[in-house]
T-cell receptor, first 115, second 117 residues
Framework: DTEVTQTPKHLVMGMTNKKSLKCEQHMGHRAMYWYKQKAKKPPELMFVYSYEKLSINESVPSRFSPECPNSSLLNLHLHALQPEDSALYLC??????????????FGPGTRLTVL | AQSVTQLDSQVPVFEEAPVELRCNYSSSVSVYLFWYVQYPNQGLQLLLKYLSGSTLVKGINGFEAEFNKSQTSFHLRKPSVHISDTAEYFCAVSDDAGGTSYGKLTFGQGTILTVHP
């Protein structure tokens, strides 16, 4: 299995809703990532988990809450989002080799619309 | 800090023509360079990467790139493009600063390649 899967593919939510995005990989990778991508822009890193521990939080608002229950699974819990949070949310994973030579493998993304 | 500049936001070409997508980077330490492709409404797919060794790197779908340290460039080339190569291409860099920089992949702004029949 050489892919990263993300569910759901599309999500529409109101500003008062609570929802979660899910990401899964079975490649034995020990680093997982969340990115946000707005239209016609490159992906922006949000969070990095390394060995199931949060290692990077790029000053993301607290309405986004990541969770890494195990080495294969990464969640992003969403609460009280704003319309400007509408974007494609990408998950990635990498082996977590020494140094920064890791290659990140991306999932297909969840298209989020906040009304 | 590292940065990536993709010099062309859009590149239109005709089918079977050669193409070059330009990427320049800046970093104060050793770098690792990547090209990703993103088809509409999809995630990113790795085309190729340079970690060390030979400066000419071959990737999937007939693409190749050359790492030029003196010019701090990593341009992507294909000798003959197909309609199916129409997509957005991102150059990305990570560096060897270590520590808390692990996992920080810096992307360029992207180049939209459009292949016309």
């Amino acid at each position: 299995d050489t892919e990263v899967t993300q569910t759901p593919k599309h999500l529409v939510m109101g500003m008062t809703n609570k929802k979660s995005l899910k990401c899964e990989q079975h490649m034995g990778h020990r680093a997982m990532y969340w990115y946000k991508q707005k239209a016609k822009k490159p992906p922006e890193l949000m969070f990095v988990y390394s060995y199931e521990k949060l290692s990077i939080n790029e000053s993301v608002p607290s309405r986004f809450s990541p969770e890494c229950p195990n080495s294969s699974l990464l969640n992003l819990h969403l609460h009280a989002l704003q319309p400007e949070d509408s974007a494609l949310y990408l998950c990635a994973s990498s082996p977590r080799l020494a140094g920064n030579t890791d290659t990140q493998y991306f999932g297909p993304g969840t298209r989020l619309t906040v009304l | 800090a590292q940065s990536v500049t993709q010099l062309d936001s859009q590149v239109p070409v005709f089918e079977e023509a050669p193409v070059e997508l330009r990427c320049n980077y800046s970093s104060s330490v050793s770098v690792y360079l990547f090209w990703y492709v993103q088809y509409p409404n999809q995630g990113l797919q790795l085309l190729l990467k340079y970690l060390s060794g030979s400066t000419l790197v071959k990737g999937i779908n007939g693409f190749e790139a050359e790492f030029n340290k003196s010019q701090t460039s990593f341009h992507l080339r294909k000798p003959s493009v197909h309609i199916s190569d129409t997509a957005e291409y991102f150059c990305a860099v990570s560096d060897d600063a270590g520590g808390t920089s692990y996992g920080k992949l810096t992307f360029g702004q992207g180049t939209i390649l459009t292949v016309h029949p």
